[in-house]
């Protein structure tokens, strides 16, 4: 390995993410990504899942500079998340859900959020500051059971349903 990387360097390529995940994609596109045992697919899937995700978003109106706030736990949807949104030039905020309502709402807000994705497990804590939120157009619900929870959230859609009508382009 010595004499293929620069003084000061371990990798071949910078360390962005969109090298990430061709690097997956160039030497293991069929190995299998596994999600608690609830989810199983390769990163050849997961590179088209990620796609359309840009794409549902696209459509959704969210462009470059466009703050998408992702309010969920540890999932294979986070991991789409974490590669399609700066992808598409988007703004990625984590929504941490240790915080506060207060906190919540504050960051939300500051970060002049466009769009939330949400789990489901969520939505009554997001209930409880939805009326102050002063950007949010859109909020698109997580579902482990692919159904949109009765509540006070005005609902725009569901994750699983917003990739499945986009494109992988």
């Known amino acids: 390995m010595q004499g293929i990387f620069k003084s000061g360097e371990w990798y071949e390529y910078p360390l962005i993410i969109k090298k990430l995940l061709n690097t997956s994609l160039v030497y293991a596109p069929d190995r299998e990504i596994v999600y608690r045992d609830r989810r199983r697919y390769s990163y050849r ?5 990620i ?9 959704q109106g969210v462009g470059q500079g466009d703050t998408v706030a992702v309010f969920d736990d540890d999932s294979n949807r986070f ?6 949104i700066p992808m598409m030039g988007a703004v990625l905020q984590m929504v941490n859900w240790r915080l506060s309502p207060g906190q919540i ?3 939300l807000n500051h970060a002049e959020a466009k769009i939330i994705l949400v789990n489901e497990d969520f939505l009554p804590l997001l209930a409880s500051i939805h009326g102050k939120l002063e950007t949010v157009k859109t909020v ?3 579902s482990e059971e692919g159904n949109v929870p009765a ?8 994750y699983e349903e917003m990739l499945g009508e986009a494109s992988t382009e």
């Open 51 to 59: 796609h359309r995700l840009a794409d549902g978003l696209r459509r």
């Open 79 to 84: 991991l789409e998340c974490f590669f399609a």
């Open 151 to 158: 509540g006070r959230v005005p609902v725009h859609g569901l």
């Open 140 to 142: 698109v619900v997580m």
């Open 45 to 49: 899937d997961l590179n088209g899942r």
């Open 105 to 107: 709402l504050y960051t």
